[in-house]
Structure formats: structure tokens, C-alpha cells
């Protein structure tokens, strides 16, 4: 399947520290690309996104950095909280495709106090 | 403003069954995806739906269907089931057009 990945890789950070979360996408012709959290029982939630004409985006307390040459993306979660402990999901989609959003592997964030 | 609502919460079927899952979209979309997402993996898309017919679909056999109605909510239907059809099923609305999806809180099915 197009997300693939039985165990998803854990970033353990303690309170305070700056978390990155990294994200390889699969597709060359993607424009569009999403980070999603999941906590345990939830649906995923909109964090950030952004376009390919850009290479940074910033958000409250989060930035997005999109370098396309290797087809990479990492978001940054500045002054990590307890609260920011969930299942971080990177996705991409196309520009003619809006409905479609393909989701990375997807990385488990734990946060310690 | 409620968001996106899905019914029921949990569902536990037998193999061979068939089994309808309920979403309303958040107010305002008019677009409604399903996406399924087994355990420890990211959700992957289902189909899309707007204007009550289906846009697009993913990679998932005829025995996944669906329906939209004139209030913009819909329903997956999934005949057959079989055990790797446990799965938390996601609905997602969005105004048509717009990249940005909202979720649901997912139906947790179990196929037994």
C-alpha cells in the first residue's frame, strides 16, 4: 500500500526541548503537503501545511521545512509540552487532486517531564 | 459549530458480514473522504465524494462502497468483511476544492 510500516519510529524529548520530526514523501509531483497529529482515540488533527513554491512555513510554536531536491520534509515543534505527545503523520497530495492525501508512516512523539 | 461526526463509535461483525458506517460532514463542506487506517499505520484513502457521486477512489475492492446524500453526510458500506477489514475507518470533510481536510474521531471496527 502507499503507507506502508507495522512500527512506527518514537521520538522521546524531554519538556521544553525543541522536537523534529522528520518525513521522506513519495511523490515528485506533489505540491501540497499536510502534518497532521493523532492523539490515542482521535482522529487526525491539522497542525500545518504547505505549498512547493515554499521551502519554510512557520505556525504557532511549529514550523514546516520543505526541501524538494530530496523530497524531505521535518516539522519543528518549539518548547515541546506534555501536551504535544501523539502520532505526528506527514501527507502530500497534488494539486489536481485535492481529495486524495497520501500519509507518511507517521512518527510517536513522547514527551517527558 | 459541531465538526466532523461519525457513528457508530465501535462496531464488532463476523466475517461475511456487512456493516454501514455514518459520517456527517462539518458545517459548511460539501465534500466528504473515507480513509482506513489499520493499526500502527497511516490512514489510506478510500474515495471521495461530492455532489452524491463518487470522484475518486483509492486502491480498495468493490466490496467498499458508498453513498452521499442531498445534506452532504454519507455512509461506507464495506460487504463481505473480512478480518483484515478491522480497522479504524476515518472520515474527513472539506469545502470543495480545498487541499485542508478535517477528521472525524474515526468508527473503530473489529472483524471477528
Known amino acids: 500500500g502507499e503507507s506502508v510500516g507495522l512500527h512506527l519510529p518514537t521520538l522521546s524529548v524531554q519538556e521544553g526541548d525543541n522536537s523534529i520530526i522528520n518525513c521522506a514523501y513519495s511523490n515528485s509531483a506533489s505540491d501540497y503537503f499536510i502534518w497532521y497529529k493523532q492523539e490515542s482515540g482521535k482522529g487526525p488533527q491539522f497542525i500545518i501545511d504547505i505549498r512547493s513554491n515554499m521551502d519554510k512555513r512557520q505556525g504557532q510554536r511549529v514550523t514546516v521545512l520543505l526541501n524538494k531536491t530530496v523530497k524531505h520534509l521535518s516539522l519543528q515543534i518549539a518548547a515541546t509540552q506534555p501536551g504535544d505527545s501523539a502520532v505526528y503523520f506527514c501527507?502530500?497530495?497534488?494539486?489536481?487532486?485535492?481529495?486524495?492525501?497520501?500519509f507518511g508512516q507517521g512518527t510517536t512523539l513522547q514527551v517527558k517531564p | 459549530d459541531a465538526g466532523v461526526t461519525q457513528s457508530p463509535t465501535h462496531l464488532i461483525k463476523t466475517r461475511g458480514q456487512q456493516v454501514t458506517l455514518r459520517c456527517s460532514p462539518k458545517s459548511g463542506h460539501d465534500t466528504v473522504s473515507w480513509y482506513q487506517q489499520a493499526l500502527g499505520q497511516g490512514p489510506q484513502f478510500i474515495f471521495q465524494?461530492?455532489?452524491?457521486?463518487?470522484?475518486q477512489r483509492g486502491n480498495f475492492p468493490d466490496r467498499f462502497s458508498g453513498h452521499q446524500f442531498p445534506n452532504y453526510s454519507s455512509e461506507l458500506n464495506v460487504n463481505a468483511l473480512l478480518l483484515g477489514d478491522s480497522a479504524l475507518y476515518l472520515c474527513?470533510?472539506?469545502?470543495?476544492?480545498?487541499?485542508?481536510?478535517?477528521f472525524g474521531p474515526g468508527t473503530r471496527l473489529t472483524v471477528t
Open positions: 474527513a470533510s472539506s469545502p470543495q476544492g480545498s487541499y485542508e481536510q478535517y
Open positions: 465524494y461530492y455532489e452524491e457521486e463518487e470522484r
Open positions: 501527507a502530500e497530495t497534488l494539486h489536481s487532486n485535492t481529495g486524495k492525501l497520501i
